[in-house]
DNA sequence: TAGAGCCTGGACAACGTTGTCAGGTGCGCG
DNA sequence: CGCGCACCTGACAACGTTGTCCAGGCTCTA
């Protein structure tokens, strides 16, 4: 007997009105299926009048060439991930924004996740990309440990942290100068006659808050100011928490007279505390956001360029998909102090 | 003379240091390649020490299944494509997330791309997105024809579109009540005694402008209050042309005495234009904003939730794929009046 | 007009995976 | 002790495409 062709196994777990192939096309202008195929990649050595049959047996059937066919044969998928926290985030939107039309200008699709701050969630997901096999990898790390990745970088997947640096591994890293900008912020409110300046930020453990932190503590050490622990509140990352630590260094005996805010979440709570309260008290943010300049007073801030660390970023991810292996290099962009008068109040009281 | 294996052909166009495949992962721990598939997948009918000769290979190998080749194989992806307008867009972030958190809780994958409100781009977009053989499409509609989708719905592409219908196909949409969210607004003003009032809005071709317009003629009717046409300046995009619309309106002889801003970037640049006059003048924004309430006044504003719109369109993107064919369908999901101060100013002057 | 060379088109294998089926082993039961 | 059954395992084809090679027809030249 002879081996028969499974009809169940033509079309395995798929509900589609079969899609039209190339062997339907070729069948379809009686030509040969590689002829097709050279048809649809722009292929030379076709007659005109063989092209405009193929033309238009693709026309009439609706065929689309099949990526996925393509990718497994070729090797390049021509798509590239991108795993951030959160794309709702409006510091991540122009990043990605970014990323996708570098990628765009190379050819590439972007595929994305969000990590949720994840660790585990980061890794399924770099994962999942990795199995889809995206060309590269840009990630903005919510873990500190990357290793992971070691297997699929060295089987070539281009990869470039951005935002922050990676965990236990050595790799591209496109990051904001956080420790100079916060420390050139509270610079600022030193200059404008301020000592007593609160920090908010974020746990430590996160490479941007450490970073800032670091820049509020050198920028006090240059004033010759000694840092009391109470000005300092870290960790603190919900709206409740951050107002909570704003109110209280506002009402200390001897109260901060100014704060620097670690990251735009902070800063906008902390206006928020501000335009309760009665006292006027300076206030320098980093992360810049819309409409800081409408509120009164505008808000001084430590801006980063989100677009160009994405930009940036992508362009290092694409230089390595074409030029082979390059040495890791970490690039950090500077950031921006942008004065609208909130940073500018003098001490009170 | 025997046929040959062409070297040059076992890895075309790839750079890759070469991945190990199931192949190698079989021959390392000297089982079959279907075995090891077996316990890639988790399926059921393998020991528990052959499982951990393969776990080990795979470890060994850094081996991850290559799911090009898996969806070229099962027709599924476990993908799926959103075309928005632009990533960097506060209102599209929460609404690219929502739509990624459903398609995660459906185990796929979200591939993005902005269409940069060109019909041209968005129509390749989608249609690369088709060639990657996503399962499912949800739409931003950038231009108004879509035609060119039909061979791919029919081919069993599940599309959604969102926020403005498809153009000349019967297709799922979802959007939000723009005729009645801006009729409210709109009423709202006349509520607290205004008669004169601007309205400020995109291009009535774009079909959210179109209906806002149609709302607030509405709403003027309604009361009965005649409009006149310098009350209305439509197709005003660039911040320097809203700017200007909005000077004019508030310096005719008989000024309005409110204004209808038709979008979120209308709005926020109309919220400039009043900081700098020193007439008071009310304002009611279509879209919330953030920071809206920090402003002085609050920005009264029609909201709709970003969110719920992708939310809602990808969960019927999965209904589709889940149960087949059901008929087209529009949702409207119901808009939200927030009342900050600015909407309830009454008529000056 | 014959031969050389070019151009077009097609046959075929291979990419890495999964569904189907058949073979083989070991165990329990009669 | 033998038969049948359940359970594992592996061989094989197929998914739709592209790279390589070859065949045949044509043109051009000597």
């Not at 794309?87 to 949720?116: C, K, Q």
């Not at 301020?194 to 004033?223: K, N």
Request: with cysteine; net charge neutral.
């Amino acid at each position: 007997m002879p081996k028969t062709t499974h009809r169940a196994d033509r079309h395995p777990g798929s509900r589609y009105g079969n899609r039209p192939t190339m062997k339907d096309v070729a069948a379809r202008a009686g030509v040969g299926l590689k002829t097709v195929s050279r048809v649809v990649n722009g292929e030379p050595g076709v007659t005109p009048d063989t092209e405009r049959r193929v033309q238009e047996a693709i026309d009439a059937l609706g065929f689309r060439r099949n990526d996925s066919a393509r990718v497994l044969r070729k090797g390049r998928t021509a798509s590239i991930g991108l795993v951030l926290e959160d794309l709702a985030d409006p510091f991540y939107g122009p990043l990605s924004r970014a990323v996708e039309e570098v990628a765009r200008s190379h050819g590439a699709l972007l595929i994305n996740g969000s990590s949720a701050e994840d660790p585990e969630r980061e890794r399924e997901l770099a994962l999942a990309l990795c199995a889809r096999r995206v060309d590269g990898l840009v990630v903005i790390p919510a873990g500190d440990d990357h290793r992971y990745l070691e297997p699929e970088i060295r089987a070539g997947v281009a990869t470039v942290f951005v935002d922050r640096p990676a965990g236990r591994i050595d790799a591209d890293v496109v990051l904001s100068d956080n420790f100079g900008g916060a420390r050139d912020g509270v610079a600022h409110l030193i200059a404008h006659g301020h000592r007593r300046i609160g920090f908010i930020g974020d746990m430590p453990r996160i490479h941007t808050a450490a970073e800032r932190l670091r820049g509020y503590r050198a920028a006090m050490e240059d004033a010759g100011i000694p840092v009391e622990d109470r000005w300092m509140s870290l960790g603190v990352t919900s709206p409740e928490r951050v107002r909570r630590a704003a109110q209280e260094m506002l009402s200390e005996p001897e109260p901060v007279t100014a704060v620097f805010a670690g990251n735009n979440r902070v800063t906008v709570t902390v206006v928020r505390v501000l335009a309760e309260g009665s006292r006027q008290v300076a206030l320098v943010g980093f992360d810049d956001f819309e409409l800081a300049d409408l509120l009164r007073p505008g808000v001084t801030v430590v801006a980063q360029d989100s677009a160009a660390l994405g930009r940036t970023a992508a362009e290092r991810l694409f230089r390595q998909l074409d030029g082979g292996l390059i040495a890791p290099e970490r690039i950090e962009l500077p950031t921006r102090l942008i004065t609208r008068g909130s940073g500018e109040l003098p001490p009170a009281g």
